[in-house]
């Protein structure tokens, strides 16, 4: 026995156990009793160098996460900056790590790092580990890092992030990270049937449900995020399972716009991958997904012509059509986030810049404003979707 549905969108997460975390100084996301805090997030802004100076003791700058998760399991967390000092090192100065979670209020902190001695006056490269424990947060919970000189005295200390100098922490935040997305993709589910047929079967077979079997297939398939052909060839050589989650569209039958999206979300094994260029066309995979144990479904609730949640964590898809001649289209709900993938008329757009202006049929994303700039003006009726973590 065996059903298909046709969903809307696909997405595949590479589920990193130890993700790392970079500190974007340039780029703020909230201030906290008055000072602005940057982010902390899973790729490097690779700006120009931002950097912090402090004299005397005190919070030196502090940085928030730009993704949300529910649980932090156990685990080494090891931060590498750079860090100078001037003047001497006679009063013995130094720097921690203070990490809290953040509700919106209020910090609570969750420790500290032991103190990280200066051992020169110039510019070095800094290596300290944390015991990270186990931490369950609320979804609108972040977590939160602050550097914090100590026994500074009249000197000043500076901590260097972005450019030649990022500052970055390994940390055992559980990310699925999207790399893949398909808008032409099927879900298939298999029961085997198990026939029961007896003499009480009144002339016809009888059958009980036996074991379950799903699988996954995508059509015109596209890397997100500058993950490559290789890097799904390497997930399918080393045997590494994927996890999919496959957005169903409730109202493709219906029209009414109100019985929102579900949500299938499993692990699964890329057992086939093939991959087509056409000249002077973009790239694009199909693959074929066989599923590894069950999968789960949630609902989702969508706001027409605003925002679509494709997953219970962090991933959104907005949606726009142009009345004509727009070069810019915002996105309020997208501000903080990394802008993944964008199509406009249904043709992807091979290049996503985060500054500088767009060229070609290239898109410039600002984080900070939620800003989508067109190198081209958009035309009237024209369909945009764009999708961000």
């Not at 969108?9 to 940057?38: A, C, E, H, M, R």
């Not at 919106?104 to 969750?110: A, D, E, N, R, V």
């Not at 026939?195 to 015109?220: C, H, L, R, Y």
């Not at 609730?301 to 964590?313: D, H, L, M």
Request: net charge negative; glycine share 10%.
């Amino acid at each position: 026995m065996a059903s298909v549905i046709n969903g809307t969108n696909i997405v595949l997460y590479y589920t990193n156990p130890n993700p790392t975390f970079y500190f974007n100084g340039s780029t703020s996301i909230t201030t906290i009793g008055g000072l602005s805090y940057k982010q902390f997030g899973l790729l490097d802004s690779n700006g120009v160098a931002t950097n912090f100076n402090k004299t005397a003791d005190g919070i030196v700058c502090g940085f928030i996460t730009d993704v949300a998760t529910l649980s932090i399991p156990a685990g080494t967390w090891t931060f590498n900056a750079f860090a100078s000092i001037t003047g001497d090192l006679i009063s013995a100065p130094r720097f921690y790590y203070h990490i809290y979670k953040y509700n919106g209020t209020t910090l609570t902190s969750i420790g500290t790092t032991g103190s990280i001695f200066f051992t020169q006056l110039g510019i070095k490269l800094y290596t300290q580990t944390f015991a990270f424990p186990a931490t369950n947060l609320l979804a609108n919970e972040r977590i939160v890092i602050q550097v914090v000189a100590s026994e500074i005295t009249s000197k000043t200390m500076t901590f260097y992030t972005q450019g030649s100098n990022d500052a970055l922490t390994i940390t055992t935040i559980p990310i699925s990270i999207p790399f893949g997305a398909a808008t032409n993709c099927s879900f298939e589910v298999s029961v085997d049937q198990k026939e029961v047929t007896s003499q009480s079967s009144a002339w016809f077979k009888e059958f009980k449900n036996d074991v379950a079997s799903w699988t996954i297939n995508a059509d015109g398939f596209i890397a997100l995020n500058d993950y490559s052909y290789l890097f799904l060839a390497n997930l399918q050589l080393t045997r590494q399972p994927i996890v999919v989650k496959f957005q169903v569209d409730n109202d493709n039958g219906d029209g009414t716009g109100t019985l929102g999206y579900s949500v299938f979300t499993g692990s699964a094994n890329l057992s086939s991958l093939s991959l087509s260029a056409g000249v002077e066309a973009a790239s694009t995979y199909s693959v074929s997904l066989q599923g590894s144990g069950a999968y789960n479904i949630t609902g989702t609730q969508v706001t027409p012509g605003g925002a679509v949640v494709i997953e219970t964590s962090n991933v959104m898809m907005y949606q726009y059509t142009a009345t004509g001649g727009e070069t810019t289209v915002t996105f309020g709900g997208a501000i903080g986030r990394v802008c993944l993938s964008v199509t406009r008329g249904g043709l992807e757009v091979r290049t996503i810049q985060s500054s500088g202006a767009p060229t070609g049929e290239n898109v410039t994303f600002n984080s900070s404003t939620g800003v989508l700039t067109f190198a081209r003006a958009l035309e009237a009726d024209e369909f945009i979707r764009a999708i961000f973590k």
